[in-house]
């Protein structure tokens, strides 16, 4: 018995070791992955000094919001509107269309496994084959720099990912429920609008929000598509870090601002991020 | 290719889908998924057509002459041109390196999260913002962190005694592995959380079972998780394949693909070739490549995730 007492005693001993080892460890993987979004949030509060300074300063002298302001009165307004305006333009349209499409694909599979395999190519498709085409063929019909070419050209991903991950939603619904609400004599489309859409709502939820973020985040379209016209975020901050990069506090502000929808995304959509980038093969 | 009997199935069930369901309806099915459908063959199947078109023909804007057709010449040409080569190997080195480094370093924290605890959540969610986070961001945030003279990285190098590299700037090895700390910092948390998904997916009577015949942990680990893991290995090789294969804003934000070409990837030439030195016949025949590789790509994707077990676990 006291073999067996001290046996316990020593395997909760060593429980004890590696739990705070594995805290420790835990702790060290979070700073090593928060370190540099933090870094970039400190930079906007800092002087232009305070970047060249050695030892690094880890913490900003003063929380002083010039950095916001200068970053905000010279390009970054510009940027942040036409970020805003054609995120959430994207993000309507996007839904408007994927959504249908996406319900069809999962109940009446048109087309079979060939518009499966066609949708997921083009997810696949590395963006620069589609851009340098479409630059010609935008050129050709006049429309470059222009808000409605980014419109058009930001449905080359979003419809794809949306109509894909929102497949995966609508075919966990249970037909059933649907075959009895027709039974019942409801239409088809109220079937669609009553059953299947609010049932999927988290899927089309998490849909929008990965349309959104694509957007709002997408550099390389933007920087062949866009000019003086329409300049978002991605490209403002670009253009900055290209000018060998004086005003590194201004630099900060913009990025910040540029980061906070992915920051928001992640902490509140965690449960259905892994599902969404690994386009439904994970269902968290 | 399916199994035929899984074919018939599939037919079958449709089959009844119609009749029972959505009989004489069709229309319906069509008219939802004809927008989507139209504005994907105006973004894709149209550059497509431009693409396999120009592929076989000498265009360059920056020569006054007209477009004229040279058949394979284009992709004679790729096959010795030492710069596609050298694009060609930078991305598969950097395939290679990611998803080797991402896969350890993403099953060490996998494994450190596997025993839920309450702050889990949260620590899952703080994980994530590199995934999601603006590219331009990440770029910019690891110039700052990279640079030689003020950035925290070689400062604290320098405080240890080591030695403090140019990184960006300074060669092709340095630049390689800058873009790599980049793109193993952005995707690790989100490879760790797909083996998380799989490690919570193993069933506790496995583990059980090897208790019961008195397995030692490590034994465990090696017999019984890595080989329940591997359809997550594969969905993992299979998505960093098909993402670093594409790989371009870090590129772009960082080294720009030099110094000279030493760090340009397939994208960025691909890029390069066609918006800057506007040779669209040759741009277009390394499209061509690429989409051959990414169709063969999807084609094993859409196989494996039809085909195992990864999309039935919750």
Redesign the interface.
Known sequence: MKKAELKAGESSGTKVVLNILRWISIIIVLLIFLFPVYWIISGSFKALGEFYQRPPSMVPKSLMLDNFKNALSVRGTKGLIDSAIISVTVTIITMVISIPASYSIARYSPGGQHISFFILSILFLPPVIGVIPLFFIFKTLKLLDTYFVFFLSYMFFNLPFCIWIMKGFFEDIPVELEQAAMVDGHSRFKVFFKIAIPLARAGIAVASLFAFIFAWNELMFASIFGRNNVQTLPLALQDYIGSTGVAWGELSALATIAAIPGILLAIFMQRYIVRGLTFGAVKG | MKSKKRQREDVAL?AV??N???DK??Q???G??A???L??LF??I???F??FV?AFRTWKLAVPAPPRFSGFKNFLNLFQDLRFGNAFTNTVILMASGIIMQSLLGLG?AL??K?PFRLR?V???????????????????????LND????LN?VLG?LGLGQPLWISSNRFWGLLSILIVDT?QW???VA??LL??LEGIPNQVYEAADVDGAKPLMVFIRVTLPLLRP?FV?IVL?RT?FI??I??PV??LTQGGPGTATET???L??NT??KYLD?GY??AM?VL??IF??I???I??KF?TSSK??A??
């Open positions: 449709t889908n119609r029972i369901f959505w309806k069709n319906l099915a069509y939802m998924i927008p989507a459908f504005i994907l973004l894709a149209g550059p497509m431009f693409m120009n924290i450190l999260l025993k959540p620590v899952m969610a703080l994980l994530l913002i590199p995934v999601l986070i603006a590219p331009v961001v990440t770029g910019l945030n690891w110039k700052l962190i003279i003020f950035g925290p400062y405080s910092w690790t948390p989100f959380l797909v998904a799989g997550m969905l998505l098909i294969f594409k371009f804003d772009m934000i397939l994208s960025l691909t890029y066609g918006l669209i741009a277009m499209g690429q989409i990414m169709i790509l999807a084609n994707f859409l995730t990864i999309s676990q919750e």
